[in-house]
């Protein structure tokens, strides 16, 4: 599989200083700052989680590369009440904590490399768009072979990684993936039609470890 080329948005002090940035928006107009791929990506991992589980709102759920957090606000507004954010940017994680300070919502967040390794195991391991943003780094091939070893360490064995992806399709996905995780499930999300051939924007794929 070809490597995409680097960009700004691989690199942490990109990431730092977007942050510091919406930190400054957020305490001048209370603005929360970017939802990447719109809210309706998120409604639709939602609804997929609420069908996936119906009942269990303690599942451990961690998102990796969080941002500011609201995917995972919206998980704390369903009920859900184990969940955890993690980003490497500092600056991230002093937004995503103030966001959820604000609305009183109990998520726990801390400062940690995904390419280092989770401290625990979850069961369900999200990315919305910090896939993507690993696959444009400078090393992007050895990062990304981390980024699959470090969600398949911390996943656990009943678990579901969700990975939304504007990089790569769906297949892209399956066989980068393959080596270590079996897909379960496509969650759909809107497509456009080009020249006669319909594609994705975004893709949400749901994998499964491996037994
Ligand atoms: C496109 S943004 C998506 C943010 C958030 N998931 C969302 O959907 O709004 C990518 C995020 O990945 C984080 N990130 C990139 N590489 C990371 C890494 N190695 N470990 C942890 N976070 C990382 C960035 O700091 C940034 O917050």
Redesign the pocket.
């Known amino acids: 599989m070809e490597e995409l080329e680097p960009s700004e ?1 691989g690199s942490q002090d990109y ?1 730092e200083g977007r942050y510091a940035q919406e930190i400054r928006n957020f305490s001048s107009h209370g603005d929360p700052g ?4 719109g809210e309706d990506i998120v409604d639709r991992v939602i609804r997929w989680i609420n069908n996936w589980n119906l009942i269990e709102k303690n599942k451990k759920i961690v ?6 957090g ?2 995972l606000i919206e998980l704390a507004n369903e009920g859900y009440t184990n969940l955890t954010g ?4 500092e600056n ?1 994680i002093k937004l995503a904590t103030e966001i959820a300070q604000k609305q009183n919502l109990n998520i726990s967040y801390y400062t ?4 280092q390794g989770l401290p625990e195991n979850y069961d369900i391991i999200h ?4 896939y ?3 696959s444009l780094s400078e090393n992007a091939k050895e990062s990304r072979a981390k980024y699959s070893e470090s969600v398949y360490n911390s996943l656990d064995g009943d678990g579901v990684f969700i990975l939304t992806s504007c990089n790569w399709t769906q297949d892209e996905l399956d066989n980068y993936f393959n080596e270590k995780f079996d897909r379960l499930a496509i969650i759909p999300t809107p497509q456009f039609k080009f020249g006669g051939k319909v594609g994705n924007v975004v893709t949400s794929c749901v994998y499964k470890k491996k037994s």
């Open positions: 948005l990431w970017e939802i990447w791929f998102d990796v590369g969080c941002g500011n609201m995917f993690v980003d490497y940017s991230a940690c490399d995904i390419l990315d919305k768009g910090t993507d943003a690993i």
